[in-house]
């Protein structure tokens, strides 16, 4: 009776909720170019900008468009939008297979409260976690909150740009690209906190290298390619792909000062293996030395040993010879 009562609060406080909502759309009708001045200038902030779009590789090709950042503060600036995440039911693991883990319904919603359009997706997220090492049961709250939200997040983005108009959406990259050419820049300070930040999921300086092709050094002069950094970081950091879709070893290896390409893989332990690589080189180059030494040794003590024989069978045949002539008999000397 008591679980009763609060169900049917909880309803009734919902849809107050719902209905003040609906009160103040109509009393407070959004302006339009207004909306549409304050999106422009929400996309000239310069941190916004840098996350403004995604980027993930598809069939060959790099597909970019508006990160959930931008479409969130599209709705904020557009007004009368509600929106968010919401996990419906939880279930616990079951015996056999995937079922061992528990799952979620969650649901991602927008609503245009003035015009009244809502759209929402309703989908399963699993705890369960997959790594290199194998999956990984998540059990913690804070674990599986982290991924509701990341997996919520792809959703709630596609619910915003199908309630705001996509003209809109578009007047917002313009400016977002405007920005992006005006503020980009590729100090040693932003090459820092830019390597910082890949850092953080797991991203090395290195992996960076290898991806580009060049050092990092070089991007003064190709800002372009520091933008697209930034926007494969929005693209892992949303969840819109993986850094195993960037990063990895089978592509093009950096090029040191002298033009010849390091792997990144080895560039770790460039610098241990060089001398190393001297000592071996050391060891090997006297051990031929020596090894020509006592080949010239055994090729004198040869020569001489051919000499002396000589010497013995010259002697040893003038002996037999003068032998045998003072034995002749009838001959005198």
Known sequence: MKKLMRTNNTETREMKVVEAQLLSAKKFPRDVPGAIEKIKNACTRPMLAEQAEYQYPRGGTNVTGPSIRLAEAIAQCYGNIDFGIVELERLEGEEGDKKRYGKSLVESYAWDIENNVRVKKTFTVWHVRDTKHGSKHLNSERDIYEQIANQGARRLRACLL??????????????????????????????RKMVNAFDDIGVSKLEIEGFLGRKLETLEKNPVLMLRLRRIYASIKDGMSEKEDWFNSERKKPEDEDGESINPKEAKTEKKKIPKREAKKK???????????????????????????????????????????????????
């Open 162 to 191: 199908a309630v705001v108009p996509g003209d809109i959406v578009e007047t917002a990259l313009e400016q977002v690209h405007e920005t992006q050419r005006e503020q980009i820049e590729c100090t040693p300070e932003s090459r």
């Open 283 to 333: 060891m090997k180059d006297e051990q031929e030395q020596e090894k020509e030494q006592e080949q010239e040794k055994e090729q004198d003590k040869d020569t001489h040993e051919s000499k002396s024989h000589e010497e013995v069978e010259n002697s040893g045949v003038t002996e037999s010879s003068e032998e045998t002539e003072m034995n002749i008999p009838g001959i005198k000397f």
